[in-house]
């Protein structure tokens, strides 16, 4: 079962609690990165944010789009994302170990039905004597829109 990404349970906001709880304050500019990466309907690189940003605040800098994103996977409210097109780009995470499905034709990013995966990380802990507490799952491929566009 396919759970589209519910954004609008995204609150900028906290996003910006939780930083300004690591330290520091609050610039328009963080806000406008926050903005752009909790409603992002894909998987982004720090430079597309960063070319983002500067469409509505030119004086953005690399380096704090760099910071920012930084801060916020640290803090848990990004997940990166390896391999796709290329290099590291980043999705809003959540707080369950969800299966992470990027379409390859359009971007989209999706969080798929854990229980396939509880269950394989169930029967590897049986297999292997270990005691997994984490895991993450990056599928790429094509969505099911994509596919009926294609065929």
């Known amino acids: 079962m396919t759970m589209p990404f519910n954004r609008k349970s995204i609150n900028p906001d906290d996003w910006l609690k939780a930083l300004k709880g690591s330290g520091g304050r609050i610039t328009e500019v963080q806000k406008t990165l926050v903005a752009i990466?909790?409603?992002?309907?894909?998987?982004?690189?720090?430079?597309?944010?960063?070319?983002?940003?500067?469409?509505?605040?030119?004086?953005?800098?690399?380096a704090t789009v760099y910071r920012t994103v930084e801060k916020l996977e640290a803090l848990g409210l990004l997940r990166r994302v390896h391999g796709y097109q290329g290099c590291s780009r980043f999705v809003p995470a959540v707080p369950e170990s969800l299966m992470l499905f990027v379409c390859l034709v359009c971007g989209q990013a999706?969080?798929?039905?854990?229980?396939?995966?509880?269950?394989?990380?169930?029967?590897?802990e049986r297999n292997s004597g270990h005691d997994i507490s984490e895991y993450?799952?990056?599928?790429f491929g094509t969505c099911t829109t994509c596919r009926r566009i294609t065929t």
């Open 136 to 139: 993450r799952l990056e599928l």
């Open 110 to 124: 999706l969080y798929l039905d854990r229980q396939p995966l509880q269950s394989l990380m169930a029967q590897t």
């Open 37 to 62: 990466l909790a409603h992002s309907e894909e998987p982004l690189s720090a430079e597309q944010v960063w070319e983002s940003a500067r469409q509505s605040r030119p004086e953005t800098g690399r």
